[in-house]
C-alpha cells in the first residue's frame, strides 16, 4: 500500500476554498485515491474516491494529475462545520480487500 | 438504517483484564473491519472479517481477537489490556465485491480507557 504524506494542518476562514494535497509517489497501477473526513469522537466518513482526472460530488472535488504521484481535496466554500481531520488513503479497494491504511491526517480548522 | 452501530460508547478497564466490544454492520453488508485509534493519531487496522473468518490482520498481538457471527455482527476480544489499549475502537463495514469504491462506514466508536 502507497504511503501518504499531507500537511499535518491548515487553516482557513468561512467560504474560502479549501484544497489539501496528498503525495503518493509509489501508487500503484490499480490503487484509487480516498479521502475520509473525522470529526472529534465520531468514526471516519468517506468523502469522495477517484483514479485519475476530477471527480466531484456534492461535497468535494478530487483532482489527479496524469501521473497520479500527489491528488488534491478541494472543499468550496467551506464554513465553522468542516473542521475536522481529512485522511488521504492510497490502495486497492477492489474485490472487498479493503484495508484502509490511515496517515496522521491533515487537521484543517475554519475560523469565522 | 441504523448504519453502523457499536457498544459500549464507553468502557472502562483495569489492567490485566478482559474486554469484548460490539458491531453492527450496515444493513446489507457482510464485510467488518475493526481499527484502533490512540489519541492524535489515525485509525489504525487491526483485522478484518467476512464469511465469519478472519481475512486480514494488522500488526496487533495475539491479545486482539475477534469473531463475526452469520448475521454479520461482529465482536472485538482484548485479552491481558495494558495502558496503552486506551483508545477508541472503530468498527467499519463494507460490501466485499469486485471493483472500485468499496466505501467502508465507520460507527462511532467505543471509547476504551485502561487504568
Known amino acids: 500500500l502507497a504511503k501518504t504524506t499531507q500537511p499535518i494542518s491548515m487553516d482557513s476562514y468561512e467560504g474560502q476554498e479549501v484544497n489539501i494535497t496528498c503525495s503518493h509517489n509509489?501508487?500503484?497501477?490499480?490503487?484509487?485515491i480516498t479521502w475520509y473526513q473525522q470529526f472529534p469522537s465520531q468514526g471516519p466518513r468517506f468523502i469522495i474516491q477517484?483514479?485519475?482526472t476530477k471527480v466531484t460530488n456534492e461535497v468535494a472535488s478530487l483532482f489527479i494529475p496524469a501521473d497520479r504521484k500527489s491528488s488534491t481535496l478541494s472543499l468550496p466554500r467551506v464554513s465553522l462545520s468542516d473542521t475536522a481531520v481529512y485522511y488521504c488513503?492510497?490502495?486497492?479497494?477492489?474485490?472487498?480487500?479493503?484495508?484502509?491504511?490511515f496517515g496522521a491526517g491533515t487537521r484543517l480548522a475554519v475560523h469565522p | 438504517d441504523a448504519g453502523v452501530t457499536q457498544s459500549p460508547t464507553h468502557l472502562i478497564k483495569t489492567r490485566g483484564q478482559q474486554v469484548t466490544l460490539r458491531c453492527s454492520p450496515k444493513?446489507?453488508?457482510?464485510?467488518v473491519s475493526w481499527y484502533q485509534q490512540a489519541l492524535g493519531q489515525g485509525p489504525q487496522f487491526i483485522f478484518q472479517?467476512?464469511?465469519?473468518?478472519?481475512?486480514q490482520r494488522g500488526n496487533f498481538p495475539d491479545r486482539f481477537s475477534g469473531h463475526q457471527f452469520p448475521n454479520y455482527s461482529s465482536e472485538l476480544n482484548v485479552n491481558a489490556l495494558l495502558l496503552g489499549d486506551s483508545a477508541l475502537y472503530l468498527c467499519?463495514?463494507?460490501?466485499?465485491?469486485?471493483?472500485?469504491?468499496?466505501?467502508?462506514?465507520f460507527g462511532p466508536g467505543t471509547r476504551l480507557t485502561v487504568l
Open positions: 467499519a463495514s463494507s460490501l466485499a465485491r469486485q471493483g472500485g469504491n468499496n466505501e467502508q462506514f
Open positions: 509509489n501508487i500503484a497501477t490499480n490503487d484509487y
Open positions: 477517484g483514479y485519475k
Open positions: 488513503l492510497v490502495g486497492l479497494l477492489s474485490g472487498g480487500y479493503n484495508k484502509l491504511i
Open positions: 444493513s446489507g453488508h457482510d464485510t
Open positions: 472479517y467476512y464469511e465469519e473468518e478472519e481475512r
